[in-house]
């Protein structure tokens, strides 16, 4: 089929749902809403396979599929096209995207049946997948922004679906208003680019980028992939920005698993790759990327470690697991952030939905102090959630044990501290999210007695089934050389696959295999000893969390209570701007601009008054006026 056809058809599809689902928004059958949607995504999922399958019939350096279907702007030296391209970072993408957003939405049906509003919903569902299919397709930076901006305003759509409820509209809102923040400094970013280079289009930044590293801060392609960074830490949720995403679970489960696995957080880990040429000729932005990755990877596990709504817990594992993948961007190793993107994309949609299926269970309860022992009421969702488990703590051969390990191979490479900050992340994770397996599945049943957990219909299940086999098998298409020698010689089939596309840092390699093995032995020993841990506490001595969390004390309440940032944020930037921006209108717009505003209405309509009584009709009175006039006009003569 034609190339640009396909292209069309992967993008619109999910359009054409929307558009459907929106005109029939009052319509209350979530087998037909679920059943357009779910369609309208599996349609854009096949004709992407079939674009992959040709571009990997091409040579491997000249693996693109491109399209333009208009000329978009024209303003002297700006020229942009409604351009797409299909190539081996795209092509990662949008099989992500559209694969697992097919299974979410699948599982919606059965998730939504009884909202009211499901055909919004899924009309909702359908417009983010097209605005990110826009985003990761667009071959310039403009189109990319347009899908940018387009993501943003499906999460605050969708978050705040359930918009009666203030808290819920106001997480929503919540998630816009960062994101906004971050999409200001994408914008100046741009703009910078554009001056410098004079264009937008990835190609030709990435072909105009330096070949001799930028090693001021304030060069123009420091600054600009500076504030293209800031951009990516609001929608990727990354130290400052990342407080709207714990916040954004206030929205349908479903709608969680797309946000946080297959869609908007990765956004700013794929434009990062998609300009790597660019980034690496600035070393400082590269610097500043890998330490607030490291630092983000390492808090959010810290919070993580006390949270109790069994959504939010996952929540926070997404920030520190997109840490890891602004980590190993940061220290060059882009492939690996890919993989990592790829492999999380699977076990984190595959916990949203398993936490779907228990909520589902539990009537709408997120508590994990309210469960326990549901091992044997959810059997499926319990093994699938298992699965889940093991791949994000790394634990081999699950997926998540190749990516991760990738990645902190490579920060050892760059800097032990880096490295180390990588593992104690890795330590954490394998701890709370055992402590979450053994809070919901495990131990003895601290379920109310009016609550009769029972397993999810196969619409949901199925999902779930699927994602756990991805998550068991999806790391083995990027084995790490050292391993797969030993199991004879199993190629590194991903590495391979991104490699013509990805910038090289120099100076940066993997370490020899020795090193490596004792990084990988560390790694996974820490992480497997953390896990055991957890399982003693929660499993079988659940008294001793309290006791360490009593002895703690300030320590716990402050980590409980997420570091006091969301108090800090709004003690000292948001209330003193509101108060700020309240005086600016009573000084300013009330005691200024308006009275002299009045004053001078008044002043025109006094004059106006004052030529009114002149004009009263009266002929006598006329003759009078022109009397005086003429004698005053006589007088002055004479008198001068």
Known sequence: MNHSLLIALVILAPLVGFLINGLRYKKHSA?????????????????????????????????????????????????VNAGFVVDQISAVMILIITGVGTLIHLFSISYMAHDKGVAKYF?????????????????????????WEGVGLCSYLLIGFWFTDKKKAAAGMKAFITN?????????????LFVTFGTLNFYELNALAPTVPEATWLGAVTLGTLLLFVGATGKSAQIPLYVWLPDAMAGPT???????????????????????????AAPNTMMVIAIIGALTAVLAATIGMTQFDIKKVLAYSTVSQLGYMFLAVGVGAFGAAMFHLMTHAFFKALMF???GSVIHAMHEEQDIRKMGGLRKYMPITHFTFLMGWLAIIGMPPFAGFFSKDEILAYAFASSPILWAAGVLGAVLTAFYMTRLMALTFWGKSRVPKDVHPHESPALMTIPLIILAVLSVIGGWIGVPHVIGDLLGHIPNVWAEWLAPRLAVLPGLEMPDATTEWILIATSVGLAAISAITAYRFYVKTPETPEKIAASLGPVYRTVDNKYYVDEFYFGFIINPLINLSRNIWYYID????????????DLARGM?????????????QYAMYIGIGIVVALSFVIMR
């Open 31 to 79: 087998n037909v809403a679920g059943g357009i949607a779910t369609a309208a995504v599996a349609i854009s999922f096949f004709a992407s396979i079939a674009l992959v399958v040709d571009l990997i019939s091409m040579p491997a350096d000249s693996r693109s599929i491109s399209a333009v279907f208009f000329e978009w702007m024209a303003m002297d030296k700006l020229r």
């Open 353 to 355: 939905l398993g936490s």
């Open 590 to 601: 009330v005691n200024f601009i308006d009275k002299i505003t009045y004053l001078a209405g």
């Open 123 to 147: 009309a909702y569902l359908n417009l983010f997948i097209f605005n990110m299919l826009l985003l990761v397709l667009g071959d310039s930076l403009l189109v990319m922004f347009v899908g």
């Open 180 to 192: 906004r923040i971050g999409d200001a400094a994408f914008l100046l970013g741009m703009f910078i």
């Open 254 to 280: 479903p709608v969680s698993a797309l946000i946080h696995a297959a869609t908007m957080v990765t956004a700013g880990v794929y434009m990062i790759v998609r300009l790597s040429p660019l980034f690496i």
């Open 608 to 620: 106006g008054g004052f030529v009114r009584t002149l004009q009263t009709g009266n002929m006598q």
